[in-house]
């Protein structure tokens, strides 16, 4: 729109000096005034032209940039070479760029509860070993999930409250082992994005955003 107007303007600038030529009635000072918006018509249609060739340029390097994180991550995956493999309790999986590495509910915390078991501290111990070796300074994202069973024995009302809890239960195990507080946060999904079971739909995701 923004680009139309201008063309517009700097043409109808053209087809108004024209006509002033023609008439030889208009003062100079308004020609010149015509002749100098003109000009600064045509100056801002080429500075919109450059930025908008500028924006496309980046963008395309974006792309390319994301679809090359995204193929290294993948073959990260297939070779093994994420430092997250062998962790007991653990699954991995991509989602775009990202590396995701899931912890069953019933890895991390009795029915209901939001405390971690002291046997779920050795795999987060080797989880937040190689966050901190391997993806210092990459953002983390800790996602809490439930089942879809409504909460009937549990301080937490509902199972969204419940998924916070939980994810913000590992968001703090991590930081005491050594993740940067300013690079970790927390997300709560309850029952959404449910799994093939409910055991495996009650997990926390550590994601290791790119």
Aim: with cysteine.
């Amino acid at each position: 729109m923004r680009n139309g107007r201008l063309v517009s303007l700097v043409l109808g600038g053209v087809v108004c000096l024209t006509g002033l030529v023609g008439c030889n009635t208009v003062p100079r000072e308004d020609y010149d005034a015509v002749m100098a918006e003109s000009t600064q018509l045509r100056a801002e249609l080429a500075s919109t032209r450059e930025r908008l060739a500028s924006a496309s340029s980046r963008n395309s390097q974006l792309e390319q940039d994301l679809l090359l994180a995204q193929s290294e991550v993948e073959k990260a995956l297939a070779n093994g070479t994420t430092g997250f493999e062998g962790i007991e309790g653990t699954t991995l999986s991509s989602r775009g760029a990202d590396v995701v590495v899931g912890v069953a509910g019933d890895v991390l915390f009795d029915s209901g509860k939001v405390d971690l078991k002291n046997s779920s501290r050795q795999t987060l111990d080797q989880i937040a070993s190689v966050i901190n070796t391997q993806y210092a300074g990459r953002q983390i994202r800790i996602e809490g999930y439930t089942d879809t069973d409504p909460i009937r024995k549990s301080a937490w009302k509902t199972n969204e409250r419940l998924s916070a809890e939980r994810a913000m239960s590992v968001e703090a195990y991590l930081v005491s082992k050594g993740v940067d507080n300013d690079r970790i946060y927390s997300a709560a999904f309850g029952p959404a994005q449910q799994r093939g079971s409910k055991a495996q739909s009650r997990r926390v995701e550590i994601v290791v955003l790119q």
